[in-house]
C-alpha cells in the first residue's frame, strides 16, 4: 500500500511540475501576424497576459505616440497604445490557455479568446459568443 501511495504521489509531483512547465511556455515575445506590434505575454499571479511593448509606428505624423483613440471609454481615448494589455487574465488549461480576453485597438472592441501554442507559433482566437464564431491570428515568438 505503501508502495502504491508513493508512486501515486510521484507521479502527481510529475505531472504537475509537467503542467506547470507547459504553462509557462507562453511566457515572452511575440509579433503579431500583421508585424505591427510585439507582445510581452508575462504572469501575474495564476493568470497569463500580454501586454504591447513595440508597434511598427511609434509616433504618428506628428511625432506624438499612437492614441488608443477607439476605446468605448472616452477617459482611455487619450491613453497611448504602447503598455496596454492587448490579451488578458488567461487560465492554463488541458494545454491550452482559456478564459481570456483580446482587446483590437483597431475597433476598440474585447472579445473572448484562448491561445494555443504550436511550436514557435501562438494561436490567438478571439470570438463572441462561441469560439466558432471568431478569428483566428497567429502569433510568431521573437526577441524583445
Request: without cysteine; proline residues 4%.
Amino acid at each position: 500500500m505503501k508502495v502504491l501511495f508513493t508512486g501515486l504521489f510521484f507521479t502527481l509531483f510529475l505531472f504537475s511540475a509537467n503542467a506547470q512547465k507547459r504553462a509557462d511556455d507562453v511566457l515572452g515575445f511575440w509579433l503579431t501576424d500583421d508585424g505591427r506590434a510585439k507582445i510581452e505575454i508575462y504572469k501575474a499571479g495564476e493568470k497569463y497576459s500580454g501586454k504591447i511593448v513595440w508597434l511598427e509606428t511609434m509616433v504618428d505624423k506628428n511625432g506624438n505616440p499612437p492614441l488608443d483613440t477607439k476605446n468605448p471609454d472616452p477617459q482611455l481615448r487619450s491613453n497611448t497604445i504602447m503598455g496596454i494589455d492587448l490579451v488578458k487574465d488567461f487560465v492554463f488549461e488541458r494545454g491550452k490557455w482559456v478564459d481570456g480576453e483580446i482587446y483590437d485597438p483597431d475597433n476598440g472592441k474585447t472579445y473572448d479568446a484562448y491561445m494555443r501554442l504550436k511550436g514557435d507559433k501562438l494561436e490567438v482566437r478571439g470570438y463572441v459568443g462561441v469560439s466558432m464564431f471568431g478569428r483566428t491570428v497567429v502569433w510568431t515568438r521573437t526577441t524583445p
